[in-house]
């Protein structure tokens, strides 16, 4: 059994910042690639970021240079910080963990960015 558990959302202020975390845990493999993903109410499921097992990452185009996804290989934990937040930023946080035979998600974190 695979536990894919987010953690570190909350509400932040506009402008202000909050780091997210994920740890897998179970029978976990060969993992590929960790990433987070972001859904608000009525939209799909975006791409924030993705790193390998490598450390290199990719981003999508309009979270560079705000958002920075990392890794913690011996805990299995992916992270995300997020800068400069903005209400836009309001949504589900989704961990993805990519294995060479599974993909896993976690249930999500909310971030709500408001003043």
């Known amino acids: 059994q695979v536990q894919v558990v987010e953690s570190g959302g909350g509400l932040v202020q506009p402008g202000g910042s909050l780091r997210l975390s994920c740890a897998a845990s179970?029978?976990?493999?060969?993992?590929?690639?960790m990433g987070w993903y972001r859904q608000a109410p009525g939209k799909e499921r975006d791409l924030i970021a993705i790193?390998?097992?490598?450390?290199?990452?990719n981003y999508a185009d309009s979270m560079k240079g705000r958002f920075t996804i990392s890794r913690d290989n011996a805990k299995n934990t992916v992270y995300l910080q997020m800068n400069s937040l903005k209400p836009e930023d309001t949504a589900v946080y989704y961990c993805?963990?990519?294995?060479?035979?599974?993909?896993?998600w976690g249930q999500g974190t909310q971030v709500t960015v408001s003043s």
């Open positions: 993805h963990i990519q294995t060479q035979w599974y993909d896993y």
């Open positions: 790193i390998n097992n490598s450390g290199s990452t």
């Open positions: 179970g029978s976990i493999f060969s993992i590929n690639a």
